[in-house]
């Protein structure tokens, strides 16, 4: 289970990644930081709301376990997203 979920993520932030560094090289940075501040924000709201909801169980889990939960499948997911979203912020910052 957790390579059928890390695979996929793993493409979509790699792809986001490489979308937003082709389009800030290439001069675009408007683009650039509007695709990482909104997109990595989405995926920070995804990750978050599926570790919390969806991936801690059925069994009335307590909040520290929808925490664990959360970390354990997107621990690194939601840090990459989050650097994201700081380095739309950047991009803002340096214009």
């Known amino acids: 289970m ?3 979920l890390t695979a996929p993520l793993g493409i979509v932030l790699g792809a986001m990644t490489g979308f937003i560094i082709a389009c800030y090289s290439q001069g675009q ?3 650039a930081r509007h695709f990482a501040a909104t997109g990595g ?3 920070v709201v995804l990750f978050l709301l599926s570790g919390l909801l ?3 169980g059925t069994q009335r889990p307590s909040i520290l376990q929808r925490l664990e939960a959360t970390v354990f499948w997107f621990g690194l997911p939601l840090l990459w997203s989050a650097l994201l979203v700081i380095a739309g912020f950047w991009i803002f910052a340096g214009q």
């Open 2 to 4: 957790v390579f059928f």
């Open 29 to 31: 940075a408007d683009l």
């Open 41 to 43: 924000g989405i995926l």
């Open 54 to 56: 969806v991936f801690s």
